[in-house]
């Protein structure tokens, strides 16, 4: 009789919740480990039903030992954790969730992987959108929310694997391989999780890991860095670029999105504004019209794209005011980013959980500024901060309040922006609801006034 295999599950949060399920039906013995004891309880129940062993609060040192096959790591938790240290002392493998599924993967599944420092939920949000309207069988998984391991079991031959990557994902990969690398671009970004820079951009080119000439990697060509951290990959190369026209991919030209330099979607239709969200549509155009996907199915699917959630999410438009919800901007690059997207004068909702951070760096984004209404625990500091710099400014206790307020001083042409450039947690428990809360607000607004 063969002796059962067992793995170590380390973190639980979504996917280690779903690897240690899928663990336990590929016959695996499974131990499943997290220092926070405030866990799911109907996801707990369910474990201890599989015959899960869980041990919650905290990491005691005998817990993990030589007895372990197989050591399965969340991607949040950083290489230095003192069992995956133990683990390569012991020789025992050190994996996570996306490797683990990607072993058990059917034959014949073409994997898209996305990664990048910023874009990538959007561009792959996109990706997904346009095959599935083109009738494409195709599955949206990985750091977007979805688990991968949740889905090998619907996977056969011919379909399409949609992820998102994360560099804290990459870090654990060994045989993980993709049919078409998107890298989004580059910048510093989780230097706290990774040590340094360099150190973080050799996790991302991971994403280019066992390519050859018949894999296909899709490059930002106006990003420097994308360019030199790919120079030496073998795969075949598609570009996109907002600066100049290309041959090999997507570009802008004449106000236009375009392919192959042939036009494909009017950029003045799109709902998602700014140089940024331009890339992200391009670099999606590049990988679906490698499955064919057409023009007419890109133009349907572009013309009504807000966005995904909270991330500079166009809202609705009121009395030819545009409201857009950038809820996820919980720090000052985030908001430059949302700021750079408008050339139309803007009404900017700025505030929230003050940890002293200082609002100066939007200084030089403000020139379409033309009111900002602050509201929270930071809005005395940023109504300093405006004054500073002859920006008017507004002060309310919450964001419903500062919401209304910001409609009423708005006229035809404005945009009315969201992106509070602060955590959200003196008044929300998370971005996610404060975001809902402000597109509660507009609604609220719309069925009154328009």
Known sequence: ????????????????????????????????NDSKKDQNPDQIKELHKLGIKIHLGGHPEELFDSSFDLLVKNPGIPNNHAYVKKAAELNIPVINELELAYRYFP??????????????????????????????????????????CSFVSKLKTGDIAVMEVSDHQLCNVIEYKTDISLLTNISEAHLDFHGNYSTYKSMKKRIFNH????????????????????????????????????????????????????KVFALKDLKVKGRHNYENVMAAIAVVKEFGVDNEAIIKVLSSFGGVAHRLEYVTTINDIEFYNDSKATNITSTQIALSSFDN?????????????????????????????????????????????NIPCKAFDNLEEATFEAYFNAVAGDVVLLSPACASWDQYDNFEIRGDMFKKYVENLSRKYE
């Open 1 to 32: 009789m063969c002796e059962v295999k067992k793995a170590f599950v380390l973190g639980m949060a979504r996917s280690g919740y779903e690897a240690a399920k899928f663990l336990v039906n590929k016959d695996y013995s499974v131990v499943i």
């Open 211 to 262: 390519h050859t000439k018949d894999d296909l990697a899709i490059l930002n060509l106006d990003d420097e860095e994308s360019l030199n951290l790919s120079k030496d990959i073998k795969s075949a190369r598609k570009y996109f670029s907002s600066l100049s026209k290309n041959d090999k991919g997507a570009s802008i030209i004449d106000g236009h999105i375009c392919y192959n330099n042939e």
């Open 107 to 148: 034959k014949g599944v073409k994997i898209i992987g996305v990664t990048g420092t910023n874009g990538k939920t959007t561009t792959t949000t996109i990706i997904y959108k346009l095959l599935v309207e083109t009738g494409k069988p195709a599955y949206l998984m990985g750091n977007i929310g979805f688990p991968v």
């Open 345 to 389: 004068p803007t009404i900017l909702l700025l505030g929230g959980l003050d940890r002293g951070h200082s609002f100066s760096e939007l200084k030089d984004y403000l020139k379409n500024t033309k009111l900002i209404v602050a509201f929270g625990q930071t809005k005395e500091r940023i109504c300093s901060f405006a004054s500073e710099n």
